[in-house]
């Protein structure tokens, strides 16, 4: 049976860990999932800066140390081989009823881990239209447990057979991938929607830009149909082309960037 870390404790993860009054219920908490390669963690440094900043802006202060608390999970699962998924959670913790946060808070911690499949599905893309992301909202730049617009853009994708929502801003400009960030390929650069589209700062979507010369640009739907390849990014994933937007086959150029460049 697999083990979660909880607050100081390993615990089964089929357990309840949350209470009713937990503020994560009301979408006060972030989140994180990184790469586990035989015990190793892929961009650890940059995935719990990243998390403790986006805590931080909510109000959520942790001084835990996730590189210690990651290895005591894997050796309690004894998953010092193969390909796993980590993902951190900290929650505002518990409080009364409303929107208020209780002074002092006391943040909920939780770390648990699964297996990461060798490959994923191609991805078959739908640019959603009955829900935008508000590049507005600092909950557009940080990994909240929100993920309301998200889940709709996808289920939008799925009633028309794709596996994956391409998310626009209320502008109308391409903002991100339901689960990841978006770039195309044109003129042989390849280009990212800025964060002050609605994009997130994915950790490898930095990767990408600072190691593989990739630029941020405002992008419009009908850049990603005149590309020479749309590809969407995330740290399970690295960099995966599109084979199919809006139900239309899309052949992606091969770009000369190794595959486990994110790892």
């Known amino acids: 049976m697999s083990v979660l870390w909880h607050n100081g404790e390993l615990r089964p993860a089929g357990e309840p ?37 986006h805590a931080a802006l909510l109000g959520i202060e942790t001084a835990h140390d996730f590189h210690d608390i990651a290895q005591t999970l894997l ?46 599905p191609a991805i078959e893309a739908v ?35 794709g596996n994956e929502a391409i ?30 589209d609605g994009a997130m700062a994915g950790i490898v979507r930095g990767v990408l830009i600072e190691q593989f010369g990739a630029q941020e640009k405002t992008l419009s739907p009908q850049d990603l149909q005149s590309a020479a390849g749309v590809y969407i990014s995330n740290s399970l994933r690295g960099l995966a082309p599109v084979t199919s937007l809006n139900g239309a086959p899309h052949i992606a150029a091969q770009l000369e960037i190794p595959k486990d460049f994110h790892e």
């Open 17 to 53: 860990a949350l209470r009713a009054s937990d503020r994560a219920l009301r979408g006060h908490g972030v989140f994180d999932t990184l790469l586990v390669i035989d015990g190793r963690l892929c961009h650890g440094d940059a995935h719990f800066e990243r998390l403790k900043e």
């Open 75 to 120: 050796k309690a699962n004894e998953a010092r081989s193969g390909r796993f998924a980590l993902n951190t959670v900290i929650t505002g913790g518990t409080g009364a009823r409303g929107l208020t946060a209780p002074d002092p808070l006391h943040p909920e911690v939780m770390m648990q881990i699964s297996p990461a499949p060798d490959s994923l």
């Open 127 to 161: 640019i959603a239209q009955s829900v935008r992301r508000n590049e507005g909202s600092p909950l557009s730049r940080i990994k909240s447990i929100n993920y309301g617009d998200n889940i709709l853009a996808l289920n939008e994708a799925s009633a028309q057979g």
């Open 167 to 196: 998310m626009m801003n209320n502008a109308g400009h391409i903002a991100c991938a339901s689960v990841g960030n978006v770039f195309i390929l044109e003129g042989g650069v390849l280009y990212t929607p800025p964060l002050s």
